[in-house]
């Protein structure tokens, strides 16, 4: 079902990576798209891996609001 690697950016994978579900990845990939778009921008892809966090915490705040 999921072929990112979520694992893959250090950061990410150390605090993240493991508590990510299933349907974050889905509304995260529909909304930026795949890790792999941003391959040859290093830059770019650090702050992919940033704003998926920011994105995760701000999800998980709404879903505790619920």
Known sequence: MDPVNWHEDYWFDKYYAGTITDEF??????FYGRPDIYKDKPDELESYWVRCAFAWNGWNARKAEE
């Open 25 to 30: 990845k889905t509304w995260w990939l529909g």
